[in-house]
T-cell receptor, first 109, second 113 residues
Framework: TQLLEQSPQFLSIQEGENLTVYCNSS?????LQWYRQEPGEGPVLLVT?????EVKKLKRLTFQFGDARKDSSLHITAAQPGDTGLYLC?????????FGKGTKLSVKP | NAGVTQTPKFRILKIGQSMTLQCTQD?????MYWYRQDPGMGLKLIYY???????DKGEVPNGYNVSRSTTEDFPLRLELAAPSQTSVYFC????????????FGSGTRLTVV
């Protein structure tokens, strides 16, 4: 059974701080996706990474796919209150996506 | 762009009642999914469909049924509701399985009392 472990489970920081969220597995994935979910809404896709070692930037968010395609990280620079939400990673192979349990981020002004 | 539309947004059911959660997408995606999300437990796949007329069980299918008569619609049926089915339900669709991003609906919050 493929599993994705996310850490930390909860993160509470002040506006302007930097943070990194991790997504780890013992399985190899052909792609890794990151979603953000706000209260009362469905998850929204942020990025898809498909190549080992790939780095993608989305404004203040930097996503990295591990060389072995078993892990990924999300780094946020100068976090803002609008970054508050649940961050989910999801791994894809030949079947359906496998979702991690998420990291709940709270950014206080 | 409507994307994935779910109805209703909220529902309270009594134990033993039945209901259908509606899901429709306008992106012509072949793949559709139903997930439930419980606090701290992530998203668990209930059923999925790879195209009209084809459905398959996910991780937690017991107590649920689905049908896929058209590409657009993928309703989820709850028979004999139980308190364990209290959850938030999300429908999603995708162009490909596994490698393309999922588009999620805004969810249905169901409480069984």
């Amino acid at each position: 059974t493929q599993l994705l472990e996310q850490s930390p489970q909860f993160l509470s920081i002040q506006e302007g701080e930097n943070l990194t969220v991790y997504c780890n597995s013992s399985s190899v994935f052909s792609s890794l996706q990151w979603y953000r979910q706000e209260p009362g809404e469905g998850p929204v896709l942020l990025v898809t990474v498909v190549t080992g070692g790939e780095v993608k930037k989305l404004k203040r968010l930097t996503f990295q796919f591990g060389d072995a395609r078993k892990d990924s990280s999300l780094h946020i620079t100068a976090a803002q209150p609008g970054d508050t939400g649940l961050y989910l990673c999801a791994g894809g192979s030949q079947g359906n996506l496998i979702f991690g349990k998420g990291t709940k981020l709270s950014v206080k002004p | 762009n409507a994307g994935v539309t779910q109805t209703p947004k909220f529902r309270i059911l009594k134990i033993g009642q039945s209901m259908t959660l509606q899901c429709t997408q306008d992106m012509n995606h072949n793949y559709m999914y139903w997930y439930r999300q419980d606090p701290g437990m992530g998203l668990k796949l209930i059923y999925y469909s790879v195209g009209a007329g084809i459905t398959d069980k996910g991780e937690v299918p017991n107590g649920y049924n689905v049908s896929r008569s058209t590409t657009e619609d993928f309703p989820l049926r709850l028979e004999l509701a139980a308190p364990s089915q209290t959850s938030v339900y999300f429908c999603a669709s995708s162009y490909l399985a596994g490698r393309s991003g999922y588009t999620f609906g805004s969810g249905t919050r169901l409480t069984v009392v």
